[in-house]
């Protein structure tokens, strides 16, 4: 199975700041790279397909990039709603894994 | 609008078997593969398997072969899943998801 390792597992940032969050797989997946957040209590939701395709009716905020192993979410100018857990998902082989996800938090 | 109904939280004894279901509307039900995925309490997201409510066929996660059954009726756009020989660990919140949409999830509790 292909591993995804997510960084940071946690995050602490401001109202207004530009975080990033990574994923490294374990061998290239061909930007078959999803993101997802999930709020407490919530299922997950789709923000990023394809590695860097914003789905529908996700703020622009909202953007991704990476190749190969390596990818990355960025959340500009963060906003209280972006509080969640962020997941990483590669879809290149089956069985599709998850990162262990981050947990994003206002400072 | 898509949307992905899930039934509700079940408390089942160990050892028993607990069937969880998915009604899809608002799309055509046979033209995604239907995945379920396993959270457990704070933790993360684990696959459990797809089917293709098309032609029935599965495809399982090594570790939930002898776990799970997938089933699909066409007639009701429902997507099944049976869990059997519960444990502890089985205690989770359960998903049906074509990706793009997510059921709301199932909370399965295992304790006598």
């Known amino acids: 199975d292909i591993q995804m390792t997510q960084s940071p597992a946690s995050l602490s940032a401001s109202l207004g700041e530009t975080v990033t969050i990574e994923c490294l797989a374990s061998?290239?997946?061909?930007?078959?790279l999803a993101w997802y957040q999930q709020k407490p209590g919530k299922s997950p939701q789709l923000l990023i397909y394809?590695?860097?395709s914003l789905n529908d009716g996700v703020p622009s905020r909202f953007s991704g990039s990476g190749s190969g192993t390596q990818y990355s979410l960025k959340i500009n100018s963060l906003q209280s709603e972006d509080v969640s857990i962020y997941f990483c998902?590669?879809?290149?082989?089956?069985?599709?894994?998850f990162g262990g996800g981050t947990k994003l938090e206002l400072k | 609008e898509v949307l992905l109904q899930q039934s509700g939280a079940e408390l089942v004894r160990p050892g028993s078997s607990v069937k969880i279901s998915c009604k899809a509307s608002?799309?055509?039900?046979?033209?995604?593969?239907m995945h379920w995925v396993k959270q457990r309490p704070e933790q993360g997201l684990v696959w459990i398997g797809r089917?293709?409510?098309?032609?029935?066929?599965?495809v399982y996660a090594e570790k939930f072969k002898s776990k799970a059954t997938l089933t699909a009726d066409k007639s009701s756009n429902t997507a099944y899943m049976q869990l059997s020989s519960l444990t502890s660990e089985d205690t989770a919140t359960y998903f049906c998801?074509?990706?793009?949409?997510w059921g709301q999830g199932v909370m399965v509790t295992v304790s006598s």
């Open positions: 998801t074509i990706w793009e949409n």
């Open positions: 608002g799309y055509t039900f046979t033209d995604y593969y």
């Open positions: 089917i293709n409510p098309a032609n029935g066929n599965t």
């Open positions: 061998e290239d997946i061909y930007s078959n």
């Open positions: 394809y590695a860097n």
């Open positions: 998902q590669q879809n290149y082989d089956s069985p599709p894994t």
